[in-house]
């Protein structure tokens, strides 16, 4: 668990960000987040509130999809890392799980876990020794090894995507969309999995995803993006009793999900935008 000492350790930080897409499209306004060593950080939000964009400019994946970081800074362990390549990034220790799974379907489960392992130099005996600590977080993995990747399910894909980033060795995981498209049961179990990985490993996340019910009970601490900007923020055991999070975020209204936008307590909390 994230003790005291951990929660003053800043391990990556995000300053200010703005972001262009086709050097017009205004995506993120000035977006500032801290992810605590050791530490589970959910970024929450609904679809196109720039949560994935967000990942991407840490991992500086924006310039496939020609979008680019105008303004701020981001940080890993005190340095700018802006400007690194996401192929320094994963040597660093910082990995992101994309958003869909992204396995290689013509590999069998195993080739897809052991390409985490690539970049590593450790020896053969040190990835065979985690490719088991990833079966042993991943059973169901060990079962279907031999497997084709592009004929298991949704829930496996999403285990295979996982365990081929705790494959290179991460300080850092950064997590999009963990629970899409999975039901339920399979969404506790991923993110019990993450809790567990989190715990035993001290492996950092920080995961950015729309059931905000599900993420805040396992988050330490959430930040609430609307429209690229960052709304609200505190500890995920604040935001799950905050009223407004409540109705808007946890379904516990008779109006339905409105926007931070449309009530009137959001001016008392225009400081948020500020």
Not at 216 to 221: F, M
Request: proline fraction near 3%.
């Amino acid at each position: 668990m994230l003790d005291a000492a951990e929660t003053q350790e800043t391990l990556l930080e995000v300053n200010n960000i703005e972001v262009i897409y086709n050097h017009v499209i205004l995506v993120l306004k000035g977006v500032s987040l801290n992810v605590p060593k050791g530490g589970i950080t959910a970024l929450l939000g609904g679809n196109g509130a720039g949560k994935t964009t967000t990942l991407k400019a840490i991992s500086n994946l924006l310039h496939s999809e020609r979008g680019e970081v105008t303004k701020g800074s981001i940080e890993f362990r005190g340095e700018n890392v802006a400007e690194s390549n996401p192929a320094a990034l994963v040597q660093r220790g910082v990995i992101q799980v994309m958003e869909g799974r992204r396995c290689f379907e013509h590999l069998t489960v195993e080739e897809n876990l052991l390409t985490g392992a690539y970049t590593r130099s450790d020896g053969k005996g040190a990835i065979a020794d985690d490719l088991e600590m990833v079966y042993k977080y991943f059973p169901r993995l060990r079962e279907r090894r031999k497997s084709q990747a592009g004929y298991t399910s949704g829930g496996e894909q999403q285990m295979v995507a996982m365990g081929r980033a705790l494959m290179s060795r991460p300080e850092c995981i950064l997590l999009d969309e963990p629970s899409m498209g999975l039901a339920p049961q399979l969404v506790e179990q991923i993110f019990e999995i993450v809790k567990s990985v989190n715990e035993n490993e001290g492996v950092t996340f920080l995961l950015a995803e729309q059931n905000t019910n599900v993420a805040l009970r396992y988050a330490h601490y959430g930040y609430i993006l609307e429209s690229g900007r960052v709304v609200m923020d505190g500890p995920a055991a604040e935001l799950r009793e905050n009223p407004d999070v409540k109705e808007f975020y946890l379904g516990m209204s008779d109006d339905g999900r409105k926007s931070f936008r449309d009530v009137r307590s959001y001016r008392r909390r225009k400081r948020w935008l500020a």
